[in-house]
């Protein structure tokens, strides 16, 4: 019997701006069902956590596309746009970040969900 996925982070980047405390649930089949606020994850059954910025239609080629991100040193809020929403595109989240600025660290790193 295959369920949900249920995905907490810190953040969660969208075009209209960025949410705090997002949860995002996920079918068997890797599909977005919907996005919920949660403040207190570990408090949530079945419940992942990831701190970073969780970025929900980021290009299949995440690696390729994170280098460049990093080598462009610009904030995410600024560069995602050129990025996301991707087609196809897959959730990610974005750790190790400076959350004062939005940007990417030397400690940075990518973590992808349902990737083929």
Partial sequence: MTRERRIAS????????????????????????RIEQC???????????YAGLLVLDFPTDYETVFSKLRV????????LPDYVPASPGCP??????DYDTLRLTPRS????FFAE
């Fill in 72 to 79: 462009e040193r610009a904030s995410l809020s600024e560069r």
């Fill in 109 to 112: 790193r990518i973590t992808a």
């Fill in 10 to 33: 810190n953040l969660l980047w969208t075009p209209q701006g960025v949410l705090r405390h997002p949860l995002a649930v996920f079918g068997p089949d890797g599909r977005l069902l």
């Fill in 39 to 49: 403040t207190e994850p570990d408090r949530q059954p079945a419940t992942e956590f």
């Fill in 92 to 97: 990610v989240v974005l750790s190790g970040l």
